[in-house]
Nanobody, 123 residues
């Protein structure tokens, strides 16, 4: 069965770094674009970043450009989100998602989702 599992969240001070990992199974990982989204309490789920199936093309929301880097390892069926210079406003549950038909920034365009991992950034 399909599984998408995020890990690596935690509590960090502002200015720190974290790397989130997403392990996928049960589908042809190398054929799917992977996306990262986040949801803070009381807010809608928002797009963070996406990477196409080959890993060549990446996209970011403006608020994380220059601080976050998305990558993937198709041999390991995994995608990663390196987060640097963390800010308190980055605090949210971070979700990993898979989409068969290429990168997208709308959460409802994704096919498979993980359960999320909490990232908390203190000031």
């Amino acid at each position: 069965q399909v599984q998408v599992v995020e890990s690596g969240g935690g509590l960090m001070q502002a200015g720190g770094s974290l790397t989130l990992s997403c392990a996928a199974s049960g589908f042809t990982f190398g054929s799917y674009a992977m996306g990262w989204f986040r949801q803070a309490p009381g807010k809608e789920r928002e797009f963070v970043s996406t990477i196409n199936s080959s890993g060549r093309d990446t996209y970011y929301t403006d608020s994380v450009k220059g601080r976050f880097t998305v990558s993937r390892d198709n041999g390991k069926n995994a995608t990663y989100l390196q987060m640097n210079s963390l800010k308190p406003e980055d605090t949210a549950v971070y979700y990993c998602a898979a989409r068969l038909r290429g990168p997208a920034s709308k959460w409802y365009d994704y096919d498979y989702w993980g359960q999320g991992t909490q990232v908390t950034v203190s000031s």
